[in-house]
């Protein structure tokens, strides 16, 4: 939050894997009464290649719908704090004769209602954040919203308003939803290097909270009011602007309640994404083999001919060679997993595969095509896919894990500033807002898909 003083303020700046399998099934190379012996015993997976634990959620071996059953049952609260702070006028601005209203309008006020009607949560509560935040109703926040800031505060100090938060509303099942610039302004350029600390500290305060998410969505509008930069040395406040300016959303709770919070109302509408601390299912995933593959291989599954192809994890190789490699794509359905994780050019960068004494790699990430998602194959089944290549045949069962690491978006770095004298935009010290983020555990990764390669019979 950008504030008229040199208070400090509330700045709230505001995945995905893939498989591999084979090329024949089963029933091709082999009859029927030798198909149980091809199934070969697991080697011990080593440390550095065996998947971990994944936090939080205990998710099932396949990413179930979220949206049926028990998983269904609506969040406790929701709780949603609006700044209006002076810096935030110019995203709510008075309206005008024209009756033209910002970006931020448009999208906020609709967010606002959808959370009011969402059954996804038991209860709704709205806030005004001026030096703290104070109880109001929808149609409160939804005309501040349209209608523009009538009393704009002078200062809100982003800790106190997280240490407030994390007292107070902080409850399982249940989510706080910031809506600010996020803008936090230290009294002097002397603090800036404590912005993680202080906001770590202030997300803290009350007690470690182990299961702590936090999401973060960011989104440009126009601004039509007063913009004051975060340090008074950067420069003096004017009116704004040629150029569109940041604000964001927080989603802070558990993870449990932030992960469906996400996808019920913010999955849809388009944002740079941040996720701290989020965990989620594992997703479905199937080595495919009759979907661009290559080369001798088969199911080395046990039952793999009596069974549909879907849920594959075995590639049987009776043939590899440089003039004859094997090739197979897994299919991944990662439609569980925020927008962040399911970006080709995420995945093409932060999924890897990891294996033991082979020279499997991974060629290539690709999603879903109009072809495969109306074909009669499983291929039908997944929103991505993930191919591998091997040259040398496996001397014995070997594992293999495809691992999406959870990496900082590249939009961060392009979004902080540590000089917002000029209006542009950017974020005074997003970067170390997001510092503060960042968990303990933050080489977890998304998710983990475990495989296994084999001689064939």
């Keep these: 939050m950008r504030y008229p003083t040199s208070f400090p303020r509330l700045l709230p700046a505001l995945g995905l894997m893939l498989l591999l399998s084979g090329c024949y099934s089963r029933s091709d190379m082999k009859s029927e009464d030798g198909a149980a012996a ?27 719908d979220v949206t049926n059953g028990a998983a269904a049952q609506p969040l406790q609260a929701v709780n949603v704090f ?4 002076g810096s935030m006028e110019g995203f709510m601005p008075k309206t005008g004769a024209s009756g033209e209203n910002t970006k931020f309008q448009q999208h906020v006020a609709q967010l606002l209602s959808e959370i009011n009607r969402t059954p996804a949560a038991r209860q709704k509560t709205f806030f005004r954040i001026k030096e703290k935040p104070y109880k109001d109703t929808y149609s409160g926040i939804s005309g501040t919203v349209r209608s523009g800031i009538q009393q704009p505060a002078k ?14 509303y902080y409850q399982p099942g249940s989510v706080s939803v910031l809506i600010s610039d996020f803008i936090y302004s230290p009294k002097n350029a002397g603090a800036i290097p404590y912005i993680k600390t202080d906001i770590t500290d202030a997300l803290q305060r009350n007690g470690a909270q182990p299961d702590l998410a936090v999401s973060v969505y960011g989104y440009l509008s ?5 913009y004051y930069p975060a340090l008074k040395a950067a420069g003096k406040k004017t009116n704004c602007c040629d150029t569109e300016i940041p604000y964001y959303i927080w989603v802070l709770g558990p993870a449990d309640a932030v992960r469906r919070f996400d996808a019920a109302l913010l999955e849809q509408q388009p944002a740079k994404q941040a996720h701290f601390g989020v965990t989620y299912p594992r997703p479905a995933y199937s080595v495919l083999d009759k979907y661009q593959n290559k080369g001798a291989w088969y199911y080395g599954d046990a039952g793999a001919s009596k069974r549909a192809a879907g849920s594959y994890r075995v590639v049987a190789v009776s043939e590899a060679s440089a003039q004859q490699p ?19 050019a995420y995945l093409r960068q932060n999924l ?29 089944k997944f929103t991505h896919f993930a191919k591998v290549r091997l040259t040398r045949q496996p001397k014995a069962a070997r594992p293999l894990v495809l691992r999406l690491q959870d990496q900082r978006p590249a939009w961060v770095a392009q ?22 983020l960042e968990p303990a555990e933050a080489t977890r990764p998304i998710f983990e898909l475990p495989l296994t390669l084999q001689p064939a019979e």
């Design 82 to 85: 609006l700044e209006v702070s």
């Design 352 to 380: 890897k595969l990891e294996g033991v004494d082979t020279d499997a790699k991974l060629l290539e990430v690709t999603a879903a095509t109009d072809q495969t998602k109306a074909s009669s194959g499983p291929q039908s």
């Design 38 to 64: 091809a199934e070969k015993p697991k080697a011990e997976m080593p440390a550095s290649v065996r998947p971990t634990e994944a936090p939080g959620v205990e998710a099932p071996e396949e990413a179930a």
């Design 326 to 344: 094997v090739e197979f794509v897994v299919g991944l359905n990662l439609g569980q997993l925020p927008g962040q994780y399911k970006d080709v």
């Design 415 to 436: 979004w902080t500033t540590r000089n917002d004298g000029t209006p542009a935009p950017k974020t005074f010290a997003l970067s170390s807002l997001l510092d503060s």
């Design 155 to 168: 200062s809100t100090e982003l800790p106190a308003v997280l240490d407030t938060l994390m007292t107070r």
């Design 222 to 226: 126009d601004f039509r009011g007063t």
